[in-house]
């Protein structure tokens, strides 16, 4: 017999407990003793062994006492053993909560059967306790990512794999496609649930205070690492983070110690690592705009969070339930859904993705406040406002992609004049170009 479960055996007779042991793991166990039942709670914590035999006469605590002593405070199975037993005491040790009980002297072959039958019977009672935990998980994170389209599920699945794991992940999708929701279920079902999630929209921060809000310095002590020890940090818009602050990420990433800017005190922040990016981060590596070895350290698993169009069949069901939530905020009764309103849902191409149906939802119920409106009313609204900008970052966006539009076009795709012109660095100049998605051909042939 060869196994891996672990004994822990409690006789007060020297001689018997090492003939025990030495039977024990010539069976294949592995096995701990002790003289008497003083220290067994200890035990139980440091060993975690599977199975108990343990004598019932003993000085001190008796095994029939130590089987009451341990009710309630560990399900590790209990096989007693006395060269006094009758049939009387056995029934009423295993109506107390023994495993089974056994007489001296024992068949060893009966002996081993019986504390590996118990066990296999713990180790699969405690896989099953922690298949229900998991189960239960799966239900909060049904709730979180709705849908039963094949794609989420998957996705569903394989954040539930990479619950138990502290390894990097990075999430791929489109825009509003919801990276976020699943970075938070990553650290929400994790080990370090109980620690700050720290989310950083690396575009929203200006390039000349990047590192500074995230290593700290004198006058910002609490850098974003330091709020982030104990929890997960969200790198959200990868290719926005400037090439400088890209290689000291990386050196924190492998060693987790970083020293403030304007600071020698080297600091320590234990965190797990989520990043972002849409389909434009291959583009940033060709360009340059972002190191290769700060982007494979940071993919050592890559999720992809699937566009809406993709998953369409679940177009109906987040789309009611956007209107509940919404119903519940403003106080209102959520509309009916129509079959007008399905045909306009499922026949749109939601460029915005998840978000876009949640705005759309929102404007629905405003709508049914005053007793008109429609999906497709909403979404003409939505059609509407496309050309207004929803963020200061959106519009500053823009900005910036005519600004260098037009300087690529007055300086004939000339990078240096182009740089100098806008009064930034060349190498800022690619990186923004990356950002924005802007094309030089398509530029200077004016396509754009």
């Known amino acids: 017999m060869v196994n891996d479960y672990r004994v822990l055996v409690i006789d007060d007779d020297r001689g018997l407990r090492d003939s025990l042991c030495d039977l024990l793991e010539s069976g ?29 006469r003993m000085p001190g605590v008796t095994g029939i006492e130590l089987l009451e002593m ?9 096989v007693l053993m006395s060269a006094h037993g009758d049939i009387s005491m056995a029934v009423s040790a295993m109506q107390d909560g023994a495993y089974s009980f056994v007489e001296k002297p024992f068949d060893p072959r ?28 799966l239900t909060g994170l049904d709730r979180v990512l709705l849908g039963a389209t094949k794609n989420i599920v998957s996705l569903r699945e394989e954040i539930l794999d990479l619950s138990e794991s502290d390894a990097n992940v990075m999430l791929r999708g489109e825009t509003g496609s919801g990276k976020e929701l699943v970075a938070r279920a990553l ?28 290593f700290g310095s004198p006058d910002m002590p609490d850098g974003l690492l330091a709020q982030a020890d ?96 919404f119903a519940v905020i403003y106080e209102i009764t959520s509309p009916g859904i129509t079959s007008d309103d399905l ?26 406040r005053r007793g008109v409106g429609s999906v497709a009313s909403a979404l003409q609204l939505d059609s509407r406002d496309d050309d207004v900008p929803d963020t200061l970052r959106e519009a500053v966006a823009g900005f910036e992609r005519q600004l260098i539009a037009r300087a690529l076009t007055t300086h004939q795709g000339r990078m240096d004049a182009v740089a100098e012109a806008l009064g930034i660095g060349r190498r800022t100049l690619n990186e923004k170009i990356v950002k924005l998605g802007l094309n030089k051909d398509e530029v200077l042939q004016g396509e754009v």
């Open 28 to 56: 294949g166990f592995d096995v701990e003793a002790l003289p008497r039942a003083s220290g067994v709670l200890e035990k139980l914590a440091s060993y975690g062994p599977d199975v108990i035999l343990c004598d019932v």
């Open 230 to 325: 104990g929890g997960t940090l969200f790198l959200d818009e990868l290719g926005a983070i400037p090439t400088e602050a890209q290689a000291a990420l990386l050196r924190v990433i492998e060693t987790r110690h970083y020293t403030p800017v304007g600071s020698t005190q080297v600091r320590q922040s234990g965190f797990r690592v989520v990043s972002a990016g849409n389909e434009k981060l291959e583009d940033a590596l060709k360009a340059g705009a972002l190191r290769e070895d700060f982007f494979f350290r940071l993919n050592t698993v890559v999720l992809t969070i699937p566009a809406l169009r993709e998953r369409r069949d679940d177009i109906p069901l987040l789309y009611a339930n956007f209107l509940d939530q």
């Open 343 to 368: 045909a306009t849902l499922l026949a749109h191409p939601w460029p915005g993705n998840v978000r876009e149906l949640r705005s759309v939802a929102e404007r629905r119920i405003l709508a049914a």
């Open 70 to 78: 341990l009710q309630g405070k560990t399900s590790v199975p209990m």
């Open 187 to 214: 650290h929400d079902l994790g080990a370090r649930a109980g620690g700050p999630f720290v989310p950083i929209n690396c575009a929203a921060i200006p390039l000349m205070t990047f590192e500074e809000t995230l």
């Open 110 to 137: 009966h002996l081993l059967k019986l504390l590996e039958d118990a066990a296999t019977l713990y180790r699969l009672s405690r896989d099953s306790e922690r298949l229900k935990a998991r189960l239960a998980d």
